[in-house]
């Protein structure tokens, strides 16, 4: 089990921890509670992004409703890496479906370059 430690005036959680022995003594403003061990391990998880649901006694993600379309932009792309929006790139000009840029391209010309010097081996 992993810790987190909460504000009681403000119910925000402040940090997180993986032990019990990572507990440190606090002031009464603040409390340690028990929560999910993968919130400490999940990458790009912060303390900020949680508080202390004080009716149901346990720590939830803080829901955040996107407004205007370069915020929805904003976390709709969260869910789509970089390497996704990148192979989705290089296979389209390699398909052809901009043309005959293949061998024109810095980008592709590059990736190209890399990947025929270490191929798939699955």
Known sequence: MSYALVDKGTNG????VKTAEECFETHEDYKWVD????????????????FWNEDKQEVQRV?????GWEQKRRFAFE????????AA??????SGIF?????KSKFYTK????????????
């Open 63 to 67: 829901h955040i409703e996107p407004e």
């Open 79 to 86: 869910n789509l890496s970089i390497e996704e929006q990148l």
């Open 13 to 16: 959680t402040i940090q997180f």
């Open 99 to 103: 043309g005959d840029i293949a061998g």
């Open 111 to 122: 990736i190209k370059s890399i990947k025929d010097q270490i191929p798939k081996t699955e």
């Open 89 to 94: 790139l290089y296979d389209d000009i390699e």
């Open 35 to 50: 929560i999910p061990d993968d919130w400490v391990m999940e990458e790009g998880t912060n303390p900020p992004d949680f």
